[in-house]
């Protein structure tokens, strides 16, 4: 069975996995310095010291362990002054374990920072703790405990990934999953991690120096497994994909991977020849990257097509090359075993006896080391547990002997003390009681008329919002139609007294100016609620929304990530007239030239981003404006949440969340 690892890039650049390959595709410096730019500038101790954190990242990610050591001490000194930095450096100190081989050091300080971090409730505590568990997971797959990695990935590091909102973390998380699947050779399973990892990774937006490596790193292996599936259409759909990136990227280590999983779509296909190019442009890529681990895999995918096509000279060179490279005892064991399988086809059959010997010896002794190692442990274990076990006995008997002259004189004095007291006791907790009794019918009464009272107000505020949302409405339609359709209903009966008259207006006057009347009341109609809403579906009322707002000024990227969409039709309205206003706000407002509206759903939640690169506004001083208090309105009816992040001339993100699970299973 195929093995596949997967660490996280912190983990990477440990002392204790240095040997890892670092995935790279392109130049990752512009991002890097655009980060140091800001530390050098910002007069704010805080974003200094919040940047300086990420940069000791990035640059352990560059393999620049100076800088990386540089910033992480500039951090240190200004982290005192910021209770959350303080506690997040705890996981950004903890690589000095990995440094020193501490392994257990690593793993305390890990879910020390786990814990310190559960009182923030911010995107940045929810990501960290997210690496963090899954770093602590990773360990645990360290010591054989792949269950206890994925009980954490799945109950708890994908959960925080998700309130982060950080697609490619989430992506990350749910191929750790699938690899899991894989490893046991639940293949089916991991397909369907794979392909929520693929969504994921191709839904980010946000900048990431990772980003276009964490998206062919997921192409290539979502690739493989559907090839082990048998599902070579698919496959070759998603090794695409990958291949549309990597032509441009030749240099690119992600190559030595991309060739054994293309390799081997043929190769399951019976197409040898091509499987056999295919593996050694990996084997090339690997060589130059010095990526051994890369080109023993695809010498021994080689070597298996060159057996079948009864190349046995061939072969036996690729076998007796991973001998020589491999450090593994397991897997000498095993080319052992193949090259015995070659000299039986030749029909060198001492030499096949040889081979197949040293696989068994390899076998036999692996086996009684590891019997040994086992009796040697319970040995151990034995010993120790005799030896704790006479302890006890010593210790127990001197405190019995101790007690027993203690017990006879305390007896009397503690009967007589215990039975004043129980009197004293039960008085007390009866008294109380009655006492608690009467309080306690009393506060349930008042929380009972402070809840009518406080939804009574709720009601009433949600109403009269309403009220005053609709008079706005019907102020603007009545302008609409005073300004607009009136005008020209107006200018149209001059023109026909005109014709009556003198016959001076001509009839494609008239005709033009009909057209204009009836497309000014379309215009209004569609305001009121629009055609394509009622007669075909929201995504495409939504993209008719956004393609008549867009302009030369101002674009409009409509994204709507829904596969089979199941929505109540009141959801569809009140999620149009969402989009409808904040939409109208950023043009009206924001003078932004780009505009993204997004709509995607997760089982019972439907989720809306709608961002702009506008002038952005401040929150706490605007979050009282009619539009705002409309939208709000809206989604307290739906139960709805609202989250808006806006900074002065850097844009503006609004996120919204529907659950519908109660309107649809209803």
């Not at 699947?181 to 994921?200: H, T």
């Not at 006791?425 to 929380?447: D, G, R």
């Not at 569809?572 to 780009?594: P, W």
Request: proline residues 1%; hydrophobic residues 40%; positive net charge.
């Amino acid at each position: 069975m195929k093995k596949f690892y997967f660490l996280v890039l912190f983990l990477f650049l440990s002392a204790i996995t240095h040997s890892q390959v670092i995935l790279s595709l392109d130049d990752d410096s512009v991002y890097i310095d655009s980060i140091a730019k800001v530390v050098k500038n910002t007069p704010s101790d805080s974003l200094k010291c919040f940047y300086s954190f990420r940069l000791s990242k990035l640059y352990l990610m560059a393999q620049d362990v100076r800088k990386s050591k540089e910033y992480l001490a500039q951090a240190n000194k200004l982290k005192a002054k910021f209770p959350f930095l303080n506690d997040a450096s705890i996981f950004y100190n903890s690589n000095s374990f990995l440094e020193k081989g501490d392994a257990d050091g690593f793993e305390k300080a890990l879910m020390e920072g786990n814990n310190k971090l559960k009182k923030y409730h911010n995107i940045e505590a929810f990501r960290l703790r997210a690496v963090i568990l899954q770093n602590y997971g990773i360990m645990q797959q360290r010591k054989n405990n792949e269950k206890e990695y994925m009980q954490i990935l799945v109950n708890e590091a994908i959960p925080l990934a998700k309130r982060s909102r950080d697609y490619e973390l989430i992506s990350g998380l749910y191929k750790a999953v699938a690899i899991i699947f894989m490893n046991n050779n639940e293949r089916e399973k991991a397909s369907e991690y794979l392909n929520e990892a693929q969504n994921y990774v191709e839904r980010a937006i946000k900048k990431s120096p990772t980003i276009a490596e964490s998206k062919m790193e997921t192409y290539i292996i979502n690739a493989e497994n559907l090839v082990e599936l048998k599902h070579f259409y698919d496959a070759k759909k998603v090794l695409d994909k990958a291949f549309s990136t990597l032509k441009d990227f030749p240099e690119s280590n992600l190559n030595d991977s991309y060739f054994y999983s293309e390799g081997i779509y043929y190769a399951k296909q019976n197409k040898y020849s091509n499987a056999l190019e295919s593996y050694r442009k990996g084997i090339q890529s690997a060589e130059k990257h010095n990526n051994q681990i890369a080109v023993n895999r695809l010498k021994f995918a080689e070597y298996e097509m060159l057996f079948k096509l009864k190349n046995y000279a061939a072969a036996k060179n690729n076998l007796e090359y991973l001998l020589e490279k491999t450090p593994f005892i397991v897997d000498k064991k095993n080319y052992y075993n193949e090259l015995s399988k070659v000299y039986n086809a030749t029909k060198d059959y001492d030499k096949a006896y040889f081979y197949a010997n040293k696989s068994n010896l390899i076998n036999d002794s692996l086996n009684h080391t590891k019997f040994q190692t086992e009796i040697i442990e319970l040995e151990a274990k034995y010993k120790k547990a005799e030896s704790e076990k006479k302890i006890t006995l010593l210790q127990s008997q001197n405190e019995k002997a101790a007690l027993l002259v203690n017990n006879n004189r305390l007896n009397s004095i503690l009967f007589a003390v215990l039975s004043v007291l129980l009197f004293l006791i039960v008085l007390f907790l009866w008294i109380l009681n009655k006492n608690q009794k009467k309080l306690s019918v009393q506060k349930e009464i008042n929380h009972e008329q402070e809840l009518n009272a406080l939804e009574n107000q709720q009601k009433l505020s949600v109403s009269n919002a309403l009220i005053e949302g609709e008079e706005i409405e019907r102020k603007r339609i009545a302008r609409d139609l005073h300004d607009g359709l009136g005008s020209m209903l107006s200018g149209l009966k001059i023109h026909l007294k005109l014709a009556e008259r003198d016959n001076a207006v001509s009839a494609t006057e008239v005709s033009t100016l009909l057209d204009y009347s009836i497309k000014e009341l379309r215009n209004i109609s569609q305001n009121l609620m629009p055609e394509s809403l009622l007669k075909l579906s929201l995504e495409h009322a939504l993209r008719d929304l956004c393609i008549a707002n867009s302009n030369t000024k101002s674009k409009i990227e409509f994204q709507y990530l829904i596969q089979k969409p199941n929505l109540p039709k009141n959801y569809e309205i009140v999620i149009y007239r969402i989009i409808q206003e904040l939409l109208n706000n950023a043009l009206k407002y924001a003078e932004a030239s780009e505009i993204l509206v997004s709509c995607s759903q997760n089982k019972d939640t439907f989720f809306i981003t709608v961002e702009d690169n506008g002038v952005g506004f401040d929150v706490s001083l605007k979050s009282a404006g009619m539009g705002l208090r409309n939208i709000k309105n809206r989604l307290e009816i739906l139960k709805g949440k609202l989250e808006i992040e806006s900074e002065l001339n850097k844009g503006t993100s609004t996120y919204i969340e529907l659950k519908i699970k109660n309107e649809l299973n209803g």
